[in-house]
């Protein structure tokens, strides 16, 4: 059940942590996967992780650029766009006041 739970937040919360990854700067898919993980967000599979930054390309949030690879192939770079600068500030809080008025229903479950 824990699992489950984690795995539906994340759903809800995870195009907000692409962008919240992508505001420390460029980056590849891969790495993103591996900058969540370390996050303690668990795996994220590239089926989960590509639909989202290609909604997020479309929605013009983030852009993208392919570049060659030293030692392998080509990698497709994404980077904030400045409409997704505005929409990481506006929904980082609107994040947070939402996770305070769940915490202060919990508080309630705690004591």
Same mark, same amino acid.
């Given at each position: 059940?824990? =699992?489950? #739970?984690?795995?539906?937040?994340?759903?809800?919360? $995870?195009? *907000?942590?692409?962008? @919240? /990854?992508? !505001?420390?700067?460029?980056?590849?898919?891969?790495?993103?996967?591996?900058?969540?993980?370390?996050?303690?967000?668990? =795996?994220? #599979?590239?089926?989960?992780?590509?639909?989202?930054? $290609?909604? *997020?390309?479309?929605? @013009? /949030?983030? !852009?993208?650029?392919?570049?060659?690879?030293?030692?392998?192939?080509?990698?497709?770079?994404?980077?904030?766009?400045?409409?997704?600068?505005?929409?990481?500030?506006?929904?980082?809080?609107?994040?947070?006041?939402?996770?305070?008025?769940?915490?202060?229903?919990?508080?309630?479950?705690?004591?």
């Amino acid at each position: 059940m824990k =699992t489950e #739970r984690h795995s539906q937040w994340l759903r809800g919360v $995870l195009d *907000l942590c692409v962008l @919240g /990854l992508l !505001a420390e700067g460029e980056s590849y898919g891969y790495r993103l996967g591996q900058a969540l993980e370390d996050a303690g967000l668990g =795996t994220i #599979r590239g089926g989960t992780l590509y639909p989202v930054l $290609l909604r *997020l390309e479309r929605g @013009g /949030l983030i !852009a993208a650029r392919w570049s060659e690879g030293d030692a392998g192939p080509a990698r497709k770079y994404y980077r904030l766009t400045p409409p997704g600068k505005r929409e990481l500030r506006a929904a980082a809080g609107e994040w947070a006041d939402f996770t305070r008025r769940v915490s202060a229903v919990l508080e309630e479950v705690e004591q």
